[in-house]
């Protein structure tokens, strides 16, 4: 190779090795601080996102808390927003409301647009509670750049939950208790229940109503049993609205009671806590108690034997009896019938008999060969 060719290749390959080294500076020197168009609009003082609660103190454990996440622009809104909803141990966070709350504020002299967007939370216990930062996904005008689009984060926010003293006897009794600014209790019978009869049917129906609570932390109510009072259970129906930020919740309980002894039964009294948000104080709940009177006759007890006679049956079986052999004899006297005919009639009659005294099923469920 001659040295002009040798000279070429030294200088070819030191070109490829600073054409390396380039794309390895560019891929290794650090991106822009602010790639994401919207964080540069939150530091030229353009965008803002906050978070807060309502209520911010006082908060006990089931209490419904709004967490506040508002979004304010200089501009508008060039899109739809949407939350990634959070999940925090001991904290349960539904997002019911599926649309935010728009409105125009004043802001140094000048016009903001505002949307405000809620999550609903409700604490299972009392403690400290760290909500971390919220996603969201943006889309505003951004004057001559035209619309941009991308994630932000709300800031985090602490939420302390505590235990008033007539709340944290409850919990040492086990007693759950409801949290809302207000619980009602209906019951309702679908006859009177003064004066039933053996063998009627009652449908019993109770309903809770409460705002700010979800249908699930309803209380629920209890019968007791009765010898003589059949009970049956029918599931729940719960539902839950959302009235214009306003949370309201049912829980309605329907029980069939069957009369099957006279007598007078009572639905026992029934109490449930409540502790209302609105005054800060624990307040009771009550169902009141109710009887329910079965006239009628006792219907006749099973012996051991098999099922008891009534006078009347008795008459019946003993008169039809009677007339039977009557009229086979009168046949015999008519030469229509011969008396073997009838004598094996009457055996088959009484071995009919025999076998519906008989039990229908084995004294034992492997009764022993001889």
């Given at each position: 190779?001659?040295?002009?060719?040798?000279?070429?290749?030294?200088?070819?390959?030191?070109?490829?090795?600073?054409?390396?080294?380039?794309?390895?500076?560019?891929?290794?020197?650090?991106?822009?601080?602010h790639a994401n168009p919207l964080v540069d609009l939150q530091d030229k003082g353009h965008?803002?996102?906050?978070?807060?609660?309502?209520?911010?103190?006082?908060?006990?454990?089931?209490?419904?808390?709004?967490?506040?996440?508002?979004?304010?622009?200089?501009?508008?809104?060039?899109?739809?927003?949407?939350?990634?909803?959070?999940?925090?141990?001991?904290?349960?966070?539904?997002?019911?409301?599926?649309?935010?709350?728009?409105?125009?504020?004043?802001?140094?002299?000048?016009?903001?647009?505002?949307?405000?967007?809620?999550?609903?939370?409700?604490?299972?216990?009392?403690?400290?509670?760290?909500?971390?930062?919220?996603?969201?996904?943006?889309?505003?005008?951004?004057?001559?750049?035209?619309?941009?689009?991308?994630?932000?984060?709300?800031?985090?926010?602490?939420?302390?939950?505590?235990?008033?003293?007539?709340?944290?006897?409850?919990?040492?009794?086990?007693?759950?208790?409801v949290a809302a600014p207000d619980l009602r209790i209906t019951q309702q019978f679908d006859?009177?229940?003064?004066?039933?009869?053996?063998?009627?049917?009652?449908?019993?129906?109770?309903?809770?109503?409460?705002?700010?609570?979800?249908?699930?932390?309803?209380?629920?109510?209890?019968?007791?049993?009765?010898?003589?009072?059949?009970?049956?259970?029918?599931?729940?129906?719960?539902?839950?609205?959302?009235?214009?930020?306003?949370?309201?919740?049912?829980?309605?309980?329907?029980?069939?009671?069957?009369?099957?002894?006279?007598?007078?039964?009572?639905?026992?009294?029934?109490?449930?806590?409540?502790?209302?948000?609105?005054?800060?104080?624990?307040?009771?709940?009550?169902?009141?108690?109710?009887?329910?009177?079965?006239?009628?006759?006792?219907?006749?007890?099973?012996?051991?034997?098999?099922?008891?006679?009534?006078?009347?049956?008795?008459?019946?079986?003993?008169?039809?009896?009677?007339?039977?052999?009557?009229?086979?004899?009168?046949?015999?006297?008519?030469?229509?019938?011969?008396?073997?005919?009838?004598?094996?009639?009457?055996?088959?009659?009484?071995?009919?008999?025999?076998?519906?005294?008989?039990?229908?099923?084995?004294?034992?469920?492997?009764?022993?060969?001889?």
């Amino acid at each position: 190779m001659s040295g002009l060719h040798r000279v070429h290749a030294r200088q070819t390959g030191s070109g490829y090795r600073s054409l390396l080294l380039a794309l390895a500076l560019l891929l290794c020197s650090p991106l822009p601080a602010h790639a994401n168009p919207l964080v540069d609009l939150q530091d030229k003082g353009h965008l803002y996102v906050k978070t807060y609660t309502q209520p911010q103190e006082d908060i006990v454990p089931a209490q419904k808390v709004r967490l506040i996440i508002e979004v304010g622009t200089d501009t508008w809104f060039a899109g739809g927003t949407r939350i990634s909803v959070p999940e925090v141990p001991g904290l349960i966070i539904l997002q019911n409301e599926q649309f935010a709350s728009n409105a125009t504020q004043s802001i140094n002299g000048a016009t903001w647009v505002v949307q405000r967007w809620s999550l609903d939370v409700f604490a299972q216990r009392a403690g400290n509670y760290a909500i971390p930062p919220i996603r969201l996904s943006v889309k505003v005008n951004a004057g001559s750049a035209g619309d941009v689009q991308g994630e932000l984060l709300a800031p985090a926010i602490d939420l302390a939950v505590s235990l008033p003293p007539p709340l944290e006897a409850l919990q040492t009794q086990d007693t759950p208790w409801v949290a809302a600014p207000d619980l009602r209790i209906t019951q309702q019978f679908d006859r009177s229940v003064d004066n039933v009869q053996v063998g009627d049917a009652i449908a019993w129906t109770v309903t809770f109503e409460a705002e700010d609570v979800m249908a699930m932390m309803l209380p629920q109510a209890n019968t007791a049993t009765f010898d003589g009072m059949a009970t049956y259970r029918e599931p729940p129906a719960l539902e839950n609205r959302n009235n214009r930020g306003t949370l309201q919740a049912s829980r309605t309980q329907r029980f069939s009671l069957v009369a099957e002894q006279p007598g007078d039964y009572t639905l026992p009294e029934q109490r449930f806590a409540w502790w209302d948000t609105r005054n800060g104080e624990l307040r009771s709940l009550t169902l009141p108690a109710q009887t329910i009177t079965v006239a009628g006759a006792r219907p006749a007890a099973d012996s051991a034997d098999g099922p008891a006679f009534t006078t009347r049956t008795l008459i019946v079986v003993v008169g039809g009896a009677v007339g039977l052999f009557a009229l086979l004899y009168l046949l015999w006297l008519m030469r229509l019938l011969p008396w073997d005919r009838i004598t094996a009639f009457c055996v088959q009659c009484y071995r009919w008999l025999q076998d519906l005294r008989r039990p229908a099923l084995a004294p034992s469920l492997n009764p022993r060969k001889d």
